[in-house]
Structure formats: structure tokens, C-alpha cells
């Protein structure tokens, strides 16, 4: 019969118990793991500020460039062709070189490429740059999940997750009044060169400050043990030849292989279902609120900060009540997806803002749904609980390719809803019945939550 891969409640290391040899020197659990968490979070703010600045920009850039709305749709969904194609390659690249030069190369690169949109004056470099972006920020969120299992134990890494995943929203939430107010006095092209600046510098912040586990010099060996005794990844480091046995190790059948489990083909298309829901809040939730609502530029500024909020809740809530339940002997099945679950049902009652007249009422609906949303974003937890040992990078790129489909997917099936019909009724009506379809994939594909052994 298969069974969980994670032990009961009873053998989880306890936060507030100390490992034995600690105990008996008095030696205090350092907190380096939280610091690299806020690093993870401020990354992941910049990287979502960069990829869905296009769509607080979108109402004066398509004046000036002369875009429609189907092809600002396509606009929007290029970033996620090149993403998408670059997650296993993204992947692999992680495995081989590690956490901290990926990620370093990949924030420097999308910056770059956010700063040069600020200065395109046609649709072709436009749509050149936004290609340029998906490749370089396909590894990010690999690398984000391979840190967690790197640096927290098993029962702390949905809460860890849930941290650095609010850093999608929170930085769209507090920084849209400020972005609306700078496009307001200096145009839609300031917005490109704050935010690419912003990535840059942070990049430089990543190098200087990540380090693995036990070449931290501020960890100290009760924070280690505590790590490892909950299944991070602290082990030695490979020597050369190990790393490129391992390299060379892989095969792209394994890809084949991964895809057969349930366990992952199923998480795949509940994140697809997801995502569909955060993709139409970062690119189309501006437009939505200027043309369907016809709300003033003022109002969308302050109307767009409570969705995001409300999200930023529920990935937290998500997260905590995710770990709370595992805690308390809760299996791994129920904790991880019972709030997958739950979030994507409730989701779906973005169809509900149809039906209302009240703007107030219409941003409650949305934030609702976006508080749901939230809740069901703790998909990347599972991949570091299923993924087989050596491949976080390869499982966790095949992962955040078919999550991100979405990307590709629903801007353009927006766009094209939109261009047709002349109204977004139908495209909410569209993200409400993905969120359903996610639900039921939790449900009834995804099955027990164990790691994943492939054959030799």
C-alpha cells in the first residue's frame, strides 16, 4: 500500500526543541534559514514587478504603439512562450551549476531585458524583449523551491513557500499606487527603467549574500542538524567528478519517466488551473477595470491594491495552515491539498462579478477569488515533497512548464474573448471553470503525496 514519504507528527524535529548535543552545550538554533528566506521573497517581488509592469503600462503603451487588444493578448503570452521553453533547460542548468549562480544570472538578464522594453518604439523589439524576459526568469522559481529544500526542514517549508510566493503580490499590491502615479507624471517608459534599475541592484545583493547551508558562515551546527533532521538538503558538497557523473547521469527519458506519476502530472494541472487565475490579475485586471468597470486611472490605482492584499492573505494563510495540520499528525495528503483544494473552489466565484453592478461589490468578488487563489499557491511544496533525489531542478522545470502554460494560454484566450465579444464576461466565466477543473485534479489524479523513485 503506498504510503507518505514524510514521517508522522512525532518524528518531525520540533521548532522548539534543540538537537541533544545543543542542548547540552546551551548552544541557541541560529535563524540564517529566515534570511535566506527574504532574500527568496524580495526576489520574487522584483521578478513578478518585472514580468506584469507591461500591464499597468498596457493603457498608454498600446495608445502610443498602436496595439489592439488581441495583439496586446499576444504581448502579454509571448513571455510565457520562451518561459515555457526554457524550464527543463533552466532546470538542468540548476542542477549542474547550483543555486547561487543561476539565480544570479537570471535576475541580472530579466533586468536588462525590463530595462530595454523602456525603450522600444515599435512592436517587433517589444515583442524581442518580452522573449528575452521569459528566458532569463525560467529558472526563479526552481530555484526558490530547491533553496527551500535546501535550507528548511520538511514541516516548515510550506510556510517558507508561502513567504516568498506573497512576494508575487505584495509588491504589485503596495508598489501599484506608487507605479500609476510615476506613469501619471513621467510616462509608461519610467516604469521599465525603476524596475529593471531595482533587479539589477538586487542581483548584486543575491551574490554577496546566499550562500549554501554549511558554507554559511552565521549557521551554526544546531541550525544545521535541525535542517537535516527534517530533510534538508545539507549533505557535503560533490567533488568535480561527482557533479559531472551526476551531470552526465541524466537522460531526457527521465522526463518521460517523471511525467507517468500521477503524483506530478496531476499537480502540473492544478498549478495550470491556478495560474490561470494570477495570470488575469497581472496582465488584463488594469484594462478590465478601465474598460469594463470604467473606472478613472485614480480609483484603478487604489481599486487594484485590495485584490492583491487579499491574495497576499491567502498565500500566507495557505501556507501556515498547510504546515499547522502536518504538525498535528494530519497526513501529508490532506495538509498539502486540502487548501489547494479548498482555494480553487472558491476561486471559481470569479464568474460572480458578472453579475453585479457595484464596483465595491465587484472588487470584493475579485478579491475573494484572489484570496483563494492565494491559498491554492502552494504547489511548489509538493514538488519538493515528490521530487526524486538529484532532480528538484529537472521535476520542478517540468512543473513550472505545464503551471505556466497558463501564461501562453490565457492572455491570448482573454485577448481573443475580449476582441470578440467586445466584453470580459466571458473571460471570467473561462478563468472560473479552469479554477474547477484544477479542484478536480487535486481530487482525483494527484493521489498520495510521496517522493518519487524511478527505476535505474
Known sequence: MPHPIHPAHSDLPDENVLPAGAAATGVRRSKVRYRILALLA???????????????????????????????????????????????????????????????????????????????????????????????????????????????????????????????YIGLAFFS?????????????????????????????????????????????????????????????????????????????????????RQLTGICLGQFAGNSTLVFFLTWFPTYLATERHMAWLKIGFFAIM???AASIGVMFGGTFSDWLLRRGVSPNVARKLPIIAGLLLASTIILANYVESNVIVIVILSVAFFAQGMAALGWTLVSDIAPDGLLGVTGGIFNFAANLAGII??????????????????????GVIALIGALSYIFIVGDIKRIVLAD
Open 307 to 309: 485584490p492583491f492584499i
Open 410 to 431: 490565457t492572455p491570448l484566450a482573454v485577448g481573443l474573448i475580449v476582441a470578440w465579444t467586445g466584453s470580459f464576461v466571458g473571460a471570467l466565466v473561462f478563468i
Open 42 to 168: 524580495v526576489g520574487t517581488m522584483i521578478n513578478y514587478l518585472d514580468r506584469t509592469v507591461l500591464g499597468i503600462a498596457a493603457p498608454q503603451l498600446t495608445r502610443e504603439l498602436g496595439i489592439n487588444a488581441a495583439l496586446m493578448g499576444l504581448m502579454f503570452s509571448v513571455f510565457s512562450w520562451s518561459y515555457v521553453a526554457s524550464q527543463i533547460p533552466g532546470g538542468l542548468f540548476l542542477d549542474r551549476f547550483g543555486s547561487k549562480l543561476t539565480y544570479f544570472l537570471s535576475m541580472t538578464f530579466w533586468s536588462l531585458c525590463t530595462l530595454a522594453q523602456g525603450l522600444v518604439h515599435g512592436i517587433a523589439p517589444l515583442f524581442a524583449f518580452r522573449l528575452g524576459l521569459g528566458v532569463a526568469e525560467s529558472p526563479c522559481f526552481p530555484t526558490n523551491s530547491r533553496v527551500v529544500a535546501t535550507w528548511f526542514p520538511q514541516n516548515e517549508r510550506a510556510m517558507a513557500t508561502g513567504t516568498y510566493t506573497v512576494g508575487e
Open 177 to 261: 499606487p506608487f507605479l500609476f502615479a510615476l506613469m501619471g507624471a513621467f510616462g509608461w517608459r519610467s516604469l521599465f527603467y525603476v524596475v529593471g534599475g531595482v533587479g539589477l541592484v538586487f542581483g548584486l545583493v543575491w551574490w554577496f549574500s546566499y550562500r549554501e547551508p554549511r558554507d554559511h558562515p552565521a549557521a551554526n551546527a544546531a541550525e544545521l542538524d535541525y535542517i537535516e533532521a527534517g530533510g534538508g538538503l545539507t549533505h557535503r558538497k560533490k567533488t568535480p567528478g561527482e557533479a559531472k557523473a551526476r551531470s552526465s547521469g541524466f537522460e531526457w527519458r527521465t522526463i518521460g519517466q517523471l511525467l507517468k506519476h
